[in-house]
């Protein structure tokens, strides 16, 4: 995870392109300075990057559902729920799953974990259109390269 | 009145907190009831689950773009309603 550059996911654990599924896992750092203000003695994660740790998962599924032909973008949260405080050094698993896949949006549900505890929950709407610039689908092939997206599954020209 | 009229306007009615009463068959859905793109997210969301369809957005809206359509038929109910009908009409006869 690194969080200076918005980067949450670490690593994809599975895809089920035919399920429409992804596990995903993100190793919340030990130290950041966003643990100084949030809080002092005592550290969580804060609410907001949870649930972009769920939207990043959610938006690798559709990636790949879509072979990287269209860019997904959050567009609305619904039932975000914080079920548990998340520390610094603790790994989040990451389940997302598409329910619903519409004319230029998708819709998704996603559950992250730490062991077996459920900490948060969401329900996430994306807008996907074509790549806007070459630049991204660039940063995304090298990013879904690192994160361990399966390289059959990503389409190249 | 058409069913498929009755179902829209009670999803619009629910998801965009609009008053159901005002909601006609005449009524535009942007320039009367004032639903914005990411409303319309929800409201399609909520279409293509109760009808079991995929309402074409992106190609209605390029449609619109190109100067080929109105916005008035696809976004006035009752010709959304028609669409909706040939959509699941479609969907029923495999087409």
Redesign the interface.
Known sequence: MQLEYFQLIDRIIDLNIVEKTITVEAQVPQTNTIFEGHFPGFPIMPGVLLTEAMAQSSGWLLLGVMKFERMPFL??IKQAKMRGFVSPGQLLTIEAKIE??????A?TSAKARVGKDLVCSADL?F?HIPFPDPALRVHMDAMAEKIGFPQQAVPHD | MSSTFEQIANIIAETCDIPRDTITPESHAIDDLGIDSLDFLDIAFAIDKAFGIKMPLEKWTQEVNDGKATTEQYFVLKNLADRIDELVAAKNTGA
């Not at chain 1, 619903?100 to 949006?105: K, L, R």
């Open positions: 567009a609305m619903h896949e519409g004319s230029g949006f819709v709407t807008r």
